[in-house]
């Protein structure tokens, strides 16, 4: 499966962002799929996951009750709702997909297929 993902851009602290991950080549609801962003100098860290059937979904400490995952499979594309942006949330955004699965473990050495990153800055 390819991922692209998209909707990035500057925003102010406080301001809010969509991201978008659309996927093609193979059928989407067989895969999970979990939100990742990497600061400069820093590791890839998990944010978000949501399961193939948008029925779970999990989050980092950092970003809950901030950030929401949702998906609509019908036009292949998970979304990344961000609200209450910091400073501290710029970083690359990718997305990226793994096979269905129970596993409650979100490294990022578990995902299969990766999109490209877009950037998101947020401005003090």
């Known amino acids: 499966v390819q991922l692209q993902a998209s909707g990035g851009g500057l925003v102010q602290a406080g301001g809010s962002l969509r991201l978008s991950c659309t996927a093609s080549g193979r059928t989407f609801s067989n895969y999970d799929v979990g939100w990742f962003r990497q600061a400069p100098k820093k590791e890839r860290e998990f944010l978000a996951h949501i399961s193939w059937s948008g029925i779970n979904t999990y989050y980092a400490d950092s970003v809950k009750g901030r950030f929401t995952i949702s998906r609509n499979n019908a036009k292949n594309t998970v979304y990344l709702q961000m609200n209450s942006l910091k400073p501290e949330d710029t970083a690359v955004y990718y997305c990226?997909?793994?096979?269905?699965?129970?596993?409650?473990?979100?490294?990022?050495?578990?995902?299969?297929?990766w999109g490209q990153g877009t950037q998101v800055t947020v401005s003090s």
């Open positions: 990226a997909a793994r096979g269905r699965s129970d596993s409650r473990s979100f490294h990022r050495d578990l995902y299969d297929y």
